[in-house]
């Protein structure tokens, strides 16, 4: 399944979605992960609702995205389009975010983490 991750620093969940410019998009399955490319935001709309559209249109192929804020607005939009948004408390390392994804996935994942795996498997997209 895929994932992203709202990135000033390239290297750590440390931008909220709204203000995000880019976003690492990664690769995760039980057997490790890959990082697959940056999606950039330089030229995202001035309107709010456009600028979240066109921010969750970019990343509608990941089960997950991870921030370090959101806004009750964006957080809708992106439940909306089956992709289950996930608040850090304080920058945090991708690797780290990705190692503990990981172990989850291996040991015990929830149920919706269970179904978003199932999603990327079979392409159903009903899983949120």
Same mark, same amino acid.
């Given at each position: 399944?895929?994932v992203?991750?709202?990135?000033k620093?390239l !290297?750590?969940?440390d ?5 995000? @410019?880019?976003?690492? =998009?990664?690769? /995760? *399955? ?7 490319e ?7 709309p001035?309107?709010e609702?456009?600028k /979240?559209?066109?921010? =969750?249109?970019?990343i509608k192929?990941c089960a997950i995205v991870?921030?370090i804020?959101?806004?009750a607005?964006?957080?809708? @939009?992106?439940v909306?389009?089956? /992709?289950?948004p996930?608040k850090?408390n304080e %920058?945090? %390392? /991708?690797? !780290?975010i990705? *190692?503990q994804?990981?172990k989850t996935?291996r040991?015990n994942p %929830? %149920?919706?983490? @269970?179904k978003?795996?199932?999603? *990327?498997?079979?392409?159903?997209? *009903?899983?949120i």
């Amino acid at each position: 399944m895929r994932v992203a991750f709202a990135t000033k620093s390239l !290297d750590k969940v440390d931008d909220h979605f709204g203000h995000a @410019r880019t976003m690492a =998009v990664y690769e /995760i *399955d039980e057997k490790g992960y890959e990082f697959l490319e940056y999606r950039n935001f330089e030229d995202v709309p001035d309107e709010e609702y456009d600028k /979240i559209n066109s921010k =969750v249109e970019a990343i509608k192929d990941c089960a997950i995205v991870y921030v370090i804020a959101i806004g009750a607005t964006a957080a809708a @939009r992106v439940v909306k389009a089956k /992709i289950h948004p996930v608040k850090v408390n304080e %920058p945090t %390392p /991708i690797k !780290d975010i990705l *190692d503990q994804l990981l172990k989850t996935l291996r040991e015990n994942p %929830p %149920p919706w983490l @269970r179904k978003a795996l199932t999603k *990327d498997r079979t392409g159903d997209t *009903d899983y949120i």
